[in-house]
């Protein structure tokens, strides 16, 4: 494969209006659960539906989390421990565990009265249900056997525990019916988390913030300054807090609002980097373009938004390249900047692509005739002269192969046939026939998908397509061989080998044979021409010989649309005219050796 330096344009960046929030550790040293991390950007997105500013979410074990938004495009998740107290609406609350061992009935808090008697009379089988008082109770098989769990279905407000009084339940009242996902009373603050039928009530404690969520993207003015993650966390919660001003790593921070960004200074004053909604990237998705060009990229991307358009131009500066593709740098060691005109297309809704000219090492494919490739370069970038003469010798290859399956097939059948005559020349004969009879076509064909769905080997296949072809052509070269020994067996040489006792094998292959023998070599130059047409063809149409092994039927087959060959016909003329060549050569030594061993063309 041939390579080249050349100037295309291609895909230099991407810029997407930012829609998934990115998480960032604040550091408290708590992780949260992956399920709760997973969720977090449909739950930013169900607050924003719902119009809320917060959401409790709960964990396992106790844990709870707190998602808030605490300015535009920025989120916090805190850990909060969360302890269920009540649940409001349908509820299935687990009262005791009843053993049918003594009839004992083992209560979870305080006890029902009658609950103990009404469970040994109706507790049957694995599971069920009874009433007791108006109040449904279910049962099922317990931890431990002959053991039955039984809960209490209710449709009202069920305590896990005491009861925390009338203030609380009118709050939790005005709660429920404004759909709010929580409320304070007394210091104490509770979460309402909505199920299906009913709704969970927990007790939140102290919330402590554990990661920082936002649609921000931060580009640093220089790429080579320190900012990791934990510098982000910390710039995100000093927008969180309205503060300001932030301390990361002994070095103090301001932050200042411009045009719905905002911008990092540091102590000196100077822009240390930027937060944005828009992310620009190399298309790539390495962050190695220049903070200016950055931001010249986002400004057009802005305007066209503003202007509702889809395409649009600007010149920029960007490291210019050699002749081989790499940057110009100085002579301190920064790349020399160039201008060049970037044309910016919106593929989708909030995504961007920008493309300039650029100097790429590229597969240097359909070159045209040239010193360095005579015949040119084809659609993989291989030397077409090169694959014309590799090609060449896998067609003769498969050529000579097949005509040597065919004739040695047609010896061997045709020769049994004419010696032994009678019901060995009519089987064989008849075979002869079958196969005459068969569609070759279609039968390539089939052949065809048949090795495509079992995805062989290239050689595999050139292997399976000469073995074909040879089996498909052998009838022929037997009716001759046949015709032949009918005629020579009576002649008298043969009744002195009958005569000597000569075995019958060596009637057949040392005496027989030896006088079809200029037939067969004029018969076998003639086929290798056919042979090598249908071997071109066959490849031609995807049947034969797969890419990348090179014969000249897959060469044509390389450009074999239209248009194709109308722009390279450098690569398939030439390789036509050698198969015709190749053919009319066969077809002139075939014929000379048919004079050569006719007798009647002596003069």
């Not at 075979?431 to 769905?453: E, H, K, N, Q, T």
């Not at 149409?541 to 194709?564: C, E, F, M, Q, Y």
């Not at 036509?576 to 050796?593: E, K, Q, R, S, Y």
Request: glycine residues 10%; contains cysteine.
């Amino acid at each position: 494969i041939f390579y080249k330096y050349d100037t295309q344009n291609v895909n230099y960046a991407l810029a997407r209006v930012n829609t998934a929030y990115n998480g960032y550790d604040t550091g408290a040293g708590k992780e949260a659960e992956r399920s709760v991390l997973n969720a977090v950007n449909s739950n930013i997105k169900k607050m924003g539906e719902q119009g809320a500013q917060e959401m409790f979410l709960p964990g396992e074990e106790g844990n709870g989390y707190l998602l808030r938004e605490e300015t535009d495009h920025v989120y916090t998740l805190s850990a909060v421990p969360m302890e269920k107290i009540a649940t409001s609406g349908l509820s299935s609350q687990k009262i005791g565990t009843y053993s049918m061992i003594g009839k004992q009935f083992e209560f979870a808090g305080e006890e029902v009265p009658g609950l103990a008697e009404a469970a040994a009379g109706n507790i049957k089988g694995a599971s069920g249900s009874f009433t007791v008082d108006g109040v449904e109770y279910t049962f099922s098989k317990g931890a431990k056997p002959k053991t039955f769990d039984v809960y209490s279905e209710r449709d009202g407000l069920a305590y896990t525990g005491d009861p925390e009084g009338a203030e609380f339940e009118k709050a939790l009242e005005t709660a429920l019916n404004s759909e709010e996902d929580s409320f304070a009373l007394k210091d104490t603050v509770y979460a309402l988390i909505r199920q299906k039928d009913s709704t969970d009530i927990y007790r939140i404690g102290t919330p402590e913030r554990i990661r920082v969520y936002t649609l921000y993207t931060m580009d640093l003015v220089d790429p080579g300054q320190p900012a990791d993650d934990s510098f982000k966390a910390a710039a995100l919660l000093s927008l969180a807090d309205e503060e300001p001003e932030f301390t990361w790593e002994g070095k103090n921070f301001a932050l200042e609002p411009e045009e719905g960004i905002w911008i990092i200074l540091d102590e000196s004053g100077e822009p240390y980097a930027e937060f944005s909604s828009l992310s620009v990237r190399r298309y790539s998705g390495e962050d190695t373009m220049s903070y200016e060009l950055k931001n010249i990229v986002s400004s057009k991307i802005e305007e066209m938004i503003g202007a509702g358009e889809k395409t649009g131009t600007v010149t920029a500066q960007i490291p210019m390249q050699n002749e081989d593709g790499s940057y110009a740098e100085n002579e301190d060691g920064s790349y020399i900047q160039t201008d060049t005109e970037m044309r910016i297309s919106q593929r989708l809704e909030g995504e961007y692509v920008i493309n300039c000219d650029q100097i790429n090492f590229v597969i240097d494919i359909f070159a045209p005739p040239s010193v360095k490739h005579i015949l040119g370069t084809d659609g993989d970038g291989f030397d077409v002269l090169a694959r014309v003469m590799y090609g060449g010798r896998v067609s003769l290859m498969v050529g000579f192969i097949v005509v040597f399956i065919e004739t040695f097939l047609g010896v061997i059948m045709g020769g049994l046939a004419g010696y032994f005559g009678g019901w060995v020349d009519n089987l064989i004969m008849r075979l002869v026939d079958i196969f005459y009879c068969l569609p070759y076509l279609p039968i390539m064909i089939i052949l065809g998908a048949m090795m495509d769905s079992l995805r062989l080997d290239t050689y595999i296949r050139l292997c399976v397509m000469m073995a074909a072809l040879g089996l498909m052509g052998w009838a022929g070269v037997a009716r001759l061989v046949r015709g032949q020994i009918l005629s020579l067996r009576e002649q008298e040489f043969m009744v002195a080998t009958e005569a000597t006792g000569i075995r019958v094998k060596d009637r057949i292959f040392r005496h027989l044979i030896p006088n079809v023998m200029p037939q067969l070599i004029v018969m076998a130059t003639m086929s290798l021409g056919g042979v090598i047409i249908t071997e071109s063809t066959l490849s031609f149409l995807g049947l034969g010989v797969k890419h990348p092994l090179a014969t000249w039927g897959t060469i044509i087959n390389s450009v074999s649309s239209a248009s194709a060959m109308a722009h390279y016909a450098f690569i398939w003329i030439p390789v036509g005219l050698l198969i015709c060549l190749t053919v009319i050569a066969f077809n002139f030594v075939g014929d000379g050796l048919r004079d050569a061993y006719d007798p009647k063309s002596k003069k």
